[in-house]
């Protein structure tokens, strides 16, 4: 088997039992950047290979020696472009910071260094990540690796692209309106977005405002998600060994929310290929039952859209006011939208939130889970910065066809985004499971349930 085809534990394992080096290990994944990624296009500012070699070198003496190094130690990683990295430019995707080389690292990248990993470049992103199509006018547009004249999805294109084609054995990303989830489905990879706070972020939002952005983790393997889970959380995790006991399906219960799926504008043959993947689910034992929220799922959108356009607005206050010509059309009507908000929308936006939070904590306490499409569409036009049509109804925002993602979000539920392998469509498209919160080891057990299950 080729040596990048392997999963990132495997290679962890190779190289801590001397089968393999860091150095072989990092030569081959630099070898499949330099062939794929120009037309790809998913990882950026990449470091010297040289100096990135002759560190792998280093470790490989060490571990010749005898010395135990932490288990990612010497495996390489790229970085999503919206986390500091002292040693590499980070842009986030942005003009305004197309020459930015920051000081120190971002708390998550620290974890990751500390776990042994070499940082080897950074991973393509939309500006400042808003947006779930990856292109900016710093390092240009993502593929898709299934067909090179489709997007990869975003805010984690470049993360998504990179792990499906074998460029970097796993990924970090972020995620607040479906940034894992879409380029997961788009890419055909697992992604998990935990429990907002899990993963340490560098954001100076205000406590004022809800978490609705979480740091995550992508991957081709559910083993390799608690793995780099663990990393990017630092020395207190250890999910990679909790997972390892087995859950029973026959056990699981879960539920899927029709009246909200109704409410929202999904492609027909998503739905279809949907409840093809819930049919393998019930098949394998996982019990599904499907309920009405007994709210106005309306309420789900009308909180989000006033909360999402008040954090950016507060987030990206600066750059708006030094260099709004600089910024993307969608940013800018963010941005001017939440300026806009008044104290009282704000607050029943907050109030709407809260009750839907009681509303599906209630749920979650009934059902284990709760199941959705990871996407309203299939990867469309790279060219185009948005689907302007579900279904042939006009989408109203820039960012309507991402509406399914935004429940666990605004409610800050982990959720695993789980590729459609199974069913007579073979076409690139994810489920998300949600789980109540902290609930991120009991996701990742089911997710590596439903992966053995496929395998057999």
């Not at 994944?29 to 998913?42: F, R, V």
């Not at 109704?262 to 998503?270: G, Q, Y």
Request: aromatic share 8%.
């Amino acid at each position: 088997m080729k040596l990048t085809k392997y999963y990132g534990f495997q290679l962890s394992e190779k190289i801590q039992n001397l089968e393999l080096t860091s150095e072989i290990v990092l030569e081959t994944y630099l070898k499949n950047i330099k062939k794929i990624n120009p037309s790809l296009n998913a990882i950026v500012s990449l470091k010297n290979s040289h100096h990135l070699l002759e560190n792998c070198k280093k470790i490989d003496d060490i571990r010749k020696k005898g010395k135990k190094l932490k288990p990612l130690t010497g495996l390489p990683i790229a970085v999503k472009d919206l986390e500091e990295t002292k040693d590499i430019p980070t842009t986030y995707g942005s003009q305004i910071y197309s020459n930015y080389q920051p000081s120190k690292d971002s708390p998550m990248v620290d974890n990751l260094r500390n776990s042994g990993l070499l940082i080897i470049g950074k991973t393509n992103t939309p500006e400042f990540g808003v947006g779930g199509q990856t292109f900016n006018k710093v390092f240009g547009t993502t593929s898709n690796p299934f067909n090179l004249k489709k997007t990869a999805g975003g805010s984690s294109g470049g993360a998504a692209a990179a792990v499906q084609s074998n460029l970097i054995p796993f990924a970090d990303g972020s995620d607040m309106m479906g940034s894992l989830r879409t380029p997961s489905s788009f890419c055909k990879t697992y992604s998990l977005r935990p429990t907002p706070g899990l993963i340490p972020s560098n954001s100076t939002i205000s406590n004022k405002t809800p978490k609705i952005s979480s740091n995550g983790v992508i991957a081709r393997h559910p083993i390799d998600l608690a793995l780099l889970l663990d990393a990017c959380v630092g020395n207190k995790s250890n999910f990679t060994d909790l997972i390892k006991s087995k859950c029973l399906l026959k056990e699981i219960s879960a539920c899927i929310p029709i009246n909200y799926l109704e409410n929202i504008l999904l492609d027909t043959k998503v739905l279809r290929q949907f409840y093809e993947y819930i049919d393998f689910l019930k098949d394998i034992g996982i019990k599904i039952k499907e309920i009405n929220f007994d709210f106005d799922p309306n309420l789900f959108w009308e909180s989000w859209i006033d909360l999402r356009s008040l954090i950016l607005s507060l987030n990206l206050k600066k750059e708006y006011k030094e260099n709004s010509h600089l910024l993307k059309d969608t940013i800018i009507w963010e941005i001017e939208r939440g300026k806009k908000l008044k104290d009282e929308h704000i607050k029943i936006a907050k109030k709407k939130r809260l009750f839907l939070k009681e509303k599906i904590n209630k749920i979650l306490s009934i059902y284990k889970f709760l199941i959705l499409p990871s996407s309203q569409v299939f990867p469309f036009d790279k060219k185009d910065e948005f689907p302007k049509s579900i279904n042939g109804i006009k989408t109203k925002t820039y960012h309507q066809w991402l509406e399914v993602t935004i429940l666990p979000s605004l409610i800050g539920l982990p959720v695993i985004s789980i590729p459609n392998n199974k069913g007579s469509s073979k076409s690139v498209l994810a489920t998300q499971i949600i789980g109540a919160k902290n609930t991120e080891k009991e996701l990742l057990e089911l997710a590596l349930e439903i992966f053995n299950s496929m395998e057999k």
